[in-house]
């Protein structure tokens, strides 16, 4: 979209042009993917594991918003809880692991005290390729865990160590409708369980 009067598109256009795009993405899941998933967290609760959720910048507000829906949301009265745990919420723990160990072992040492074998890691990137979720992915592997990726653009590192994949298909560069999508996946799976 061009600065000038010649091509400007109007706040309208835009907006038409945006929620056309996220749709196109919404409808290009492939629900098997996410089914997948449901199934993961479903046999997490029952067993009693912890399900991490880790991001950076706009996919930590993600993570943190999706361990709140599914300890709270997806945990009702009268249904066994789900034990879940944002990695991007504590930032004394995260700037001091940053600090100490360098930030891209800021989820993995976290790992290394919180999780244990059967546990659920849930990695959540646009690109797919963030150092610091790439490596809690692998930590989780050799570690007896079950890895997630939720992603976007091609899937990056993050889609091809994962046990467990949602893939939004996308532009490079495409942050906002991925990260928007990565948003409905939170609250489709939360409510998912709350009404089941």
Do not use: W
């Not at 492939?30 to 880790?54: H, K, M, P, S, Y």
């Not at 993570?63 to 990695?87: Q, W, Y």
């Not at 865990?145 to 467990?164: E, H, N, P, T």
């Amino acid at each position: 979209m061009g600065n000038t009067e010649g091509n400007k598109v109007s706040g309208i256009g835009y907006a038409k042009n945006y929620v056309k795009r996220l749709t196109d993405l919404i409808n290009g899941l492939n629900f098997e993917e996410v089914d997948r998933v449901i199934q993961l967290f479903q046999d997490a609760r029952e067993r009693g594991a912890t399900i991490f959720f880790l991001g950076n910048g706009g996919s930590a507000a993600t993570a943190c918003h999706f361990a709140n829906d599914m300890g709270v949301c997806a945990s009702p009265e009268g249904k066994t809880p789900f034990r879940a745990i944002s990695l991007a919420s504590n930032m004394a723990y995260v700037t001091c692991l940053a600090n100490d160990m360098g930030y891209e072992n800021i989820f993995s040492g976290q790992l290394r005290n919180l999780m244990r074998p059967g546990d659920v890691v849930v990695g959540i990137s646009a690109s797919g390729n963030s150092p610091n979720a790439v490596n809690a992915l692998d930590y989780a592997n050799k570690n007896k865990a079950s890895s997630v990726a939720i992603v976007g653009f091609d899937g990056g590192l993050m889609k091809q160590k994962a046990d467990y994949v949602i893939h939004v298909k996308s532009e490079k560069g495409e942050y906002g409708p991925v990260e928007d999508v990565h948003m409905a996946l939170d609250h489709l799976i939360s409510t998912y369980f709350a009404k089941t």
